[in-house]
């Protein structure tokens, strides 16, 4: 099976003016995200199309871009996925907001499909309803993003982390079972690097990919603990040798025993740091 490559960090910009879009580019990020949808008034949706447009057709890497369109079923959307279908460079990432069931998201690839668009299509995760079928909505899709702002106001409560704990383990399982990304909401407190730091070490420890960011400033913090790297991928390779040359039994390694289970890990950590490396890899 083929291993996705998986973005670390995702980069969202307004497509409000296209100097912002193409001085984005300049910073570190995996994917760059031209944002149609709430970061953008409606009286403005016309010029960002035209904004998207005009920055597909100049980017350097159209496959690293992506592009968050308005919610399926609206007026907006339809404008949006029009101006997709016309413009002759396509972007390598479609994000599809407040999607409530699978259906959706293999509407979308049709839609995209007939226009000669072959995206993959990350759903962000921000109803009810998308937690409640996450497995389903997985299964249609190339990765999810957790929305920690629509969520909560879904639940009308403020937005923590325990507040929105069973919806992020519920998108890692089935991020996990479908093998596909899983990439953690933006940080709204931008003047608290501290806060940045603790969810990214949180959803680590979950089991999340990436994580998206509003502001460039904290690319340098989420590239560093979430890209992949020779120092972390070493001791994987390592566990890897080791119980392959215990003919896949139990093997002591730096005084700590290790056996089939930790090669598993050690071995889909070592792949998807290679095809991270091979798509991505240019930008670290």
Not at 254 to 271: I, N, Q, S, Y
Request: proline share 7%; glycine share 6%; aromatic share 4%.
């Amino acid at each position: 099976m083929t291993v996705r490559a998986i973005p670390r960090s995702i980069l969202f910009t307004p497509a409000l003016s296209l100097e912002q879009v193409v001085k984005a580019w300049s910073y570190d990020a995996d994917v760059h995200l031209i944002d149609l949808e709430d970061a953008v008034p409606p009286p403005s949706k016309p010029a960002g199309r035209t904004v998207l447009r005009a920055a597909l057709e100049q980017a350097p890497s159209p496959a690293d871009l992506a592009v968050r369109v308005n919610e399926l079923g609206t007026i907006d959307a339809v404008r949006d996925l029009l101006a997709l279908a016309e413009c002759p460079v396509k972007p390598g990432y479609i994000l599809l907001p407040m999607v409530r069931s699978a259906a959706e998201v293999t509407l979308l690839r049709g839609i995209l499909a007939s226009a000669g668009a072959h995206p993959e299509i990350f759903v962000i995760v921000e109803t009810v309803e998308a937690v409640l079928g996450i497995d389903a909505i997985a299964a249609a899709a190339d990765g999810l993003l957790f929305g920690a702002a629509d969520f909560a106001a879904a639940l009308g409560i403020e937005i923590t982390w325990a507040g929105s704990l069973a919806a992020r383990q519920a998108m890692v399982l089935a991020a996990a079972r479908h093998g596909i990304a899983c990439i953690d909401t933006p940080n709204f407190r931008l003047a608290e690097p501290s806060v940045l730091e603790e969810e990214i070490s949180r959803v680590r420890e979950l089991g999340f990919h990436g994580k998206a960011t509003v502001h460039p400033s904290e690319l340098a913090t989420i590239n560093r603990a979430l890209r992949p790297n020779l120092a972390k991928l070493r001791p994987a390779r390592r566990i890897t040798e080791a119980v392959r040359a215990a003919n896949g039994g139990i093997a002591v390694l730096d005084g700590t025993m290790v056996g089939p289970p930790f090669a598993r890990m050690a071995r889909a950590a070592t792949e998807l740091g290679d095809a991270w490396a091979a798509r991505f890899g240019r930008a670290s």
